[in-house]
């Protein structure tokens, strides 16, 4: 592979100017699209989120339930494992997973004065995190090398504030740029233990602090000498580097090739898993559950290795905002690349096409909306649903505006991708205009993607047959959380350019 990807990760690591995902202008007012299908969570408690939850033996746990309606509301677990507790004004279950491996099924409930829900819940005590794909946000394509320790915290009050985490949204993940930049001496102390920045004065107390929201922190490094953006990197200190991590509390690791590139050339596949794999051993030995995250560009078909070196999810292709566009938008692009390995996808172990670019986007100075398309945005989360991707949004959480809420807040779009069957769609019938996309879920429906590749309105049917089912089915639009009725054998729907019709059809 790709050498020019490798080339534009290092180069452009640094200076990524952001070429967002879309040949069009800046949006116009009457871009009607943008139209809001979404329908507002009614004020009754509705609990969202994953069905089931990986974690390792006797490691911590923390988990916010996830649900929307009228606070105050009042939690309860039933049949929540010894070891955990619950607090039943926050939802947040806190303590430490059972130490014998096992699946312990339990019941979220949810209360408050216009009405009550329940939802159960499976914590699968083992070796794999992530059966369900990482949901979360991560700086990088609003913060660049201006991240600080203020837009973290800041970041973690608005996934609660703005209602992401009511459905799932849990990471707050810092990318390039925490450490110390090439020539900024020290970089370690005395202990050879690394510093943050002086933009990060209180890295633990940050994590702490993300924690008490009921959220989990991710953090970023590379296993050469130097990050992508010239900062300090992980080689030759990797064991200290990952306790380090754990101690400070982290709970997510990104870990990108980068200046590993001037240590082993990518295209030799042993040479390419072997910095990942040291790292996915240690992580394993840490005091607590650390997601990892392997970022080296698709290189030797990551896809083909990622899980056995640890990966919970492996990057498919190079950087999505640097992704020139031409004929389709760059997330068209880099999405359709990634749908070509469905197969590899399962609990613990996704494909993983890059962060959600949509809201307020851009390097400082350059900030300004997604010049996407409304459809192209219904487009862009339905793909990434459909194939199971982690769920990363990396515009600006202090510009979340009601449009891209609904597009990041929906929950029955989320619930194919968090579906715990965990099988990636894959794409039946593609043409230059028109792309159908299937996933099969766990209780035997099938989330089906109608996609308008063109730049006209056009019709794009599904037939039956080809979902495995006969006769007739059920179909909801899930975007507008509304049933359709029954279809017998097909169904058809009149799909907007660059746009979509996402629905569950039901036999
Ligand atoms: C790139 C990576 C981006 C971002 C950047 C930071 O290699 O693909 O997602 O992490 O480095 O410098």
Known sequence: MNKRWILTAALMGAFSVLSVASPAAAPQAADRSKVILTPKPGPEPNINGPKVFGVRPGRPFLYRIPCTGERPISFAVKGLPGGLAVDAASGIITGTAPAAAGRYPMTFAARNDKGSAEREFVLVVGDTLALTPPMGWN??????????EKHMREAAET???????????????????????KGETPYRDGKGVILPNAKFPDIKGMVDFIHGKGLRAGLYTSPGPWTCAGYVGSQGYEELDASTFAAWGFDFLKYDWCSYGDTAAGEDREKAMKPYKLMGDILKKQSRDIVYNLCQYGMSNVWEWGGSVGGNCWRTTGDLGNEASDTLPGFLKIGLSNAGHFAQAKPGQWNDPDYILIGWVGNTGEQRPTPLTGDEQYTYMSMWCLMAAPLIFSGDMSKLDDFTLNILCNNEVIEIDQDALGKQGRIIRKTPDEMVMVKELEDGSRAVGLFNLGVTPKDVSISFRDLGFSGKAG??????????????????????PRGVILVRVTK
Do not use: P
């Not at 700086?139 to 600080?148: A, L």
């Not at 909801?476 to 054998?489: E, P, V």
């Open 139 to 148: 700086d990088w394509y609003i913060h660049y090398e201006g991240i600080t």
């Open 159 to 181: 996934m609660i504030a703005s209602g992401m985490a009511d459905y799932g949204y849990m990471y707050v993940n810092i990318d390039d740029c925490w450490m110390k930049k």
């Open 475 to 496: 179909v909801r639009d899930l975007w507008r959380q509304k049933n359709l009725g029954n279809f017998r054998d097909t169904y058809a729907a009149r799909v907007n």
